[in-house]
């Protein structure tokens, strides 16, 4: 029986060392923090259970195929609630618009706006998921370890039909001549870190996949997830060690041997690095190996900033998932990749008390409040209490616009922050990315970090950096590669 060493008991972790045991070997995962999860963790106060990053669920069937793949009853686990409402957009100019999981309701909705506009984001959404089923057969459900894996007929002819070289914008722009609806289509496209301004038009899949899987919840938050990937784990025979920092992955003549923390060794067969794939080049490999990518010439993510409150007073006009689309959102949007705080932020934010009281302690309601803000590589913000203080000041004074939230300052019982410093402290993010390696057209399936060294034998890599790329769900699926690619290779 094999011996597995997974550092990080993040998304990734967790479920590649549930496969694993699936298959008969054994895994021990060390964190260095002292609650697995990663960045999808939970901030607790006073019984109020904040989700302490990731919230919005697309995809289910990932979430539940890890469940399948070891034949256990998802629902014994998990409480999956699909919303009605997946969001509702507030607009500066003190509108507010919804959309609906159900695309009918939905079409209805945007006919009462223009009776040509249903038409139009039907076309939108029909094409945009064409690129999804796409993308998952030729490239996402592939592990991309070698060229031959693009450099054929196939993948050629595929990689031309997705056409990826117009950006988000130009593309969205061709179906959606409504600027308030085009604004809320682009919000979603940046969800990975991304300028839609200026990226791959390959995003607008996201959208897509938004509208026609719909938005989910999970009865006490994302954290739920996790809390039932931890009893899974346990429940198969897995080991997780807590507060123990990996420092160095161990490699003897280009073989990985195992890994050290700061008072022992642990000795395995195989590692499975879940640890930031920057932060782990540059820091855990010490050994003098060709290291797979060059650090510095990778482009990054953006970073976010997250204020989190506790309310004294329950606000009947949000719904689980809304937007704040701000003034000269182009602008804005594009503030964090030139390196600027946006002057009139858009935002997202997450109420999951609005249908979920068991997240509630002291407060009648909880709010997490998303800003996409500029990477750790800008050096000039300096994330001290001023500057967040004077940043969230905007956002809620934009918040006070909204009819209804008029008084949300004064109904404040707790108030807590995520700065790009404490992303990158608290997770090893390097330069504070939330989102790892950018998404650019230069960095996509082959082109991106390679789940399998290429120069250590037995060395694994899984997260948001790594192929097939960021968000939860579809760190889940990266999962199933890599397993995949360690049972094909033991």
């Known amino acids: 029986m094999k011996e597995v060493t997974v550092i990080g008991a993040g998304i990734g972790g967790l479920t590649t060392g549930i496969r694993l045991l699936k298959n008969g070997y054994r895994v021990t995962i060390l964190e260095k923090e002292s609650t697995v999860g990663g960045k999808i963790n939970q901030i607790k106060n006073k019984g109020d259970k904040f989700d302490l990053t990731a919230s919005i669920l697309m995809t289910p069937q990932n979430y539940i195929e890890i469940f399948n793949y070891v034949n256990k009853d998802y629902s014994k686990y998990i409480d999956l609630v699909k919303l009605d409402t997946m969001y509702k957009v507030f607009?500066?100019?003190?509108?507010?618009?919804?959309?609906?999981?159900?695309?009918?309701?939905?079409?209805?909705?945007?006919?009462?706006i223009d009776c040509n506009l249903g038409v139009d984001y039907l076309k939108y959404i029909s094409n945009s998921y064409s690129k999804y089923i796409l993308s998952n057969e030729k490239?996402?459900?592939?592990?991309?370890?070698?060229?031959?894996?693009?450099?054929?007929?196939?993948?050629?002819?595929?990689?031309?039909?997705?056409?990826?070289?117009?950006?988000?914008?130009?593309?969205?722009?061709?179906y959606i001549k409504d600027n308030k609806i085009r604004d809320f289509l682009l919000f979603q496209c940046m969800y990975i870190g991304i300028d839609p301004y200026e990226n791959s038009n390959l995003y607008t899949l996201i959208p897509a996949i938004l509208q026609l899987y719909g938005l989910w919840y999970i009865k006490g938050g994302m954290y739920s997830y996790i809390k039932s990937?931890?009893?899974?784990?346990?429940?198969?025979?897995?080991?997780?060690?807590?507060?123990?920092?990996?420092?160095?992955?161990?490699?003897?003549?280009?073989?990985?041997?195992?890994?050290?923390?700061?008072?022992?060794?642990?000795?395995?067969?195989?590692?499975?690095?879940?640890?930031?794939?920057?932060?782990?080049?540059?820091?855990?490999i010490k050994e003098n190996v060709n290291k797979d990518k060059k650090?510095?010439?990778?482009?990054?993510?953006?970073?976010?900033?997250?204020?989190?409150?506790?309310?004294n007073k329950k606000y009947k006009n949000l719904k689980v998932n809304n937007i704040y689309i701000g003034e000269n959102f182009k602008e804005n949007i594009q503030a964090p990749f030139n390196g600027d705080l946006p002057d009139k932020p858009s935002f997202y934010m997450y109420c999951p008390?609005?249908?979920?009281?068991?997240?509630?302690?002291?407060?009648?309601?909880?709010?997490?409040?998303?800003?996409?803000?500029?990477?750790?590589?800008?050096e000039n913000i300096e994330w001290d209490e001023i500057l967040v203080k004077n940043f969230r000041d905007k956002v809620i004074q934009s918040i006070t616009k909204i009819k209804g939230m008029e008084d949300i300052e004064k109904n404040i019982i707790y108030e807590k922050y995520l700065?790009?410093?404490?992303?990158?402290?608290?997770?090893?993010?390097?330069?504070?990315?939330?989102?790892?390696?950018?998404?650019?057209?230069?960095?996509?399936?082959?082109?991106?970090?390679?789940?399998?060294?290429?120069?250590?034998?037995?060395?694994?890599?899984?997260?948001?950096?790594?192929?097939?790329?960021?968000?939860?769900?579809?760190?889940?699926?990266?999962?199933?590669?890599?397993?995949?690619?360690?049972?094909?290779?033991?």
């Open 91 to 112: 607009y500066q100019d003190n509108t507010n618009y919804e959309f609906y999981s159900d695309i009918s309701k939905t079409i209805k909705f945007l006919e009462s």
């Open 139 to 174: 490239f996402l459900n592939k592990p991309m370890k070698n060229l031959k894996e693009i450099l054929n007929f196939e993948s050629v002819k595929t990689a031309i039909k997705l056409n990826p070289i117009p950006s988000s914008y130009k593309y969205t722009s061709r």
């Open 229 to 284: 990937l931890e009893k899974l784990f346990y429940e198969m025979g897995g080991k997780i060690y807590i507060n123990k920092e990996v420092n160095e992955i161990l490699i003897d003549k280009g073989i990985v041997k195992g890994v050290s923390t700061s008072d022992r060794k642990y000795s395995s067969d195989i590692v499975v690095c879940n640890a930031d794939f920057s932060y782990a080049i540059k820091k855990l």
């Open 295 to 311: 650090i510095e010439k990778l482009k990054l993510s953006c970073s976010t900033l997250i204020i989190y409150l506790g309310l």
């Open 353 to 378: 008390s609005k249908i979920d009281h068991s997240v509630c302690g002291d407060s009648k309601e909880i709010l997490n409040i998303m800003i996409r803000v500029p990477n750790l590589e800008h």
């Open 419 to 490: 700065t790009p410093k404490d992303i990158e402290s608290n997770f090893n993010a390097y330069k504070g990315c939330a989102f790892g390696i950018a998404h650019n057209i230069s960095q996509i399936g082959y082109l991106r970090p390679h789940i399998k060294s290429k120069s250590v034998k037995n060395l694994y890599f899984i997260g948001s950096s790594t192929h097939p790329g960021n968000g939860a769900s579809v760190i889940v699926k990266g999962s199933k590669l890599i397993a995949d690619e360690i049972i094909k290779n033991s």
